[in-house]
């Protein structure tokens, strides 16, 4: 069976994506799957998806986990048709994020956008900044806009030719903005000096690498705990 991901781009549409839907969800507790745990009145994966259609990408390869079939049946039952962005649903092994993604981007074949189904607080306009610091600048004039407000650093500014490869972009979050929210922190390494957290939300190119800060509460917030559903629901909320 040929689980590549096709379609063709529609104008807008720069990149395809990767939603990566594994998780037992052990930390958060509960008897629903994490995807699948409601924010706002909607499970969180829906969520995510309304985020990537609102980016514009051209197609989602939604990679479902045998730890979470519930999500799988919801993703083949309703919930891949009903996204506002062509969504086929693959199956992952189960052996771990990056077992997973590999199988994404093999269907995709080519560089891709890549989320987790634990950031609720997602905006289209998250992606399309992501989007905007991998394409290079002039390859597409009129498919990405401007980084939202929050932008603090990039590790490379300058500026690619049109045929420079896409490159990969890993957006963060600087630690002292998530534990000013509240939200938990997993991990987290170094960079220029201030500790960041890893949102989840990236690009995988072709060429250089770089690294992305936000302090946006759409970014910073990974429902992994039952503090973190609380707070994304009292954002959502308020």
Request: include cysteine.
């Amino acid at each position: 069976m040929d689980d590549r991901v096709t379609g063709d781009d529609r104008e807008g549409r720069t990149l395809p994506a990767v939603l990566l839907c594994g998780g037992r969800g052990t930390r958060l507790g509960g008897d629903v799957e994490k995807p699948l745990v409601e924010v706002g009145g909607r499970p969180m994966i829906a969520r995510v998806l309304d985020a990537l259609a609102d980016a514009g990408v051209s197609r989602v390869a939604a990679v479902a986990s045998p730890h979470a079939p519930d999500t799988r049946r919801a993703l083949v039952s309703g919930l891949a048709e009903e996204a506002a962005v062509p969504c086929t649903v693959l199956d992952g092994s189960g052996e771990g994020y990056v077992a997973d993604l590999e199988v994404g981007l093999s269907a995709v074949d080519g560089p891709a956008v890549t989320v987790a189904a634990d950031l609720p607080l997602l905006r289209g306009r998250d992606v399309e900044a992501a989007i905007g610091e991998a394409v290079p600048a002039g390859s597409a004039p009129d498919e990405v806009g401007p980084p939202p407000d929050g932008t603090i650093s990039a590790r490379d500014e300058t500026t690619a030719p049109p045929d420079d490869p896409v490159r990969s972009v890993t957006v963060c979050v600087p630690v002292a903005y998530k534990r000013e929210l509240g939200a938990s922190v997993d991990s987290s390494f170094e960079h220029d000096g201030t500790a960041v957290a890893p949102t989840g939300l990236n690009v995988v190119g072709e060429g250089s690498d770089r690294v992305v800060l936000r302090e946006r509460d759409s970014v910073a917030i990974n429902v992994n705990r039952p503090g973190d559903l609380e707070l994304a629901r009292r954002i959502l909320r308020s």
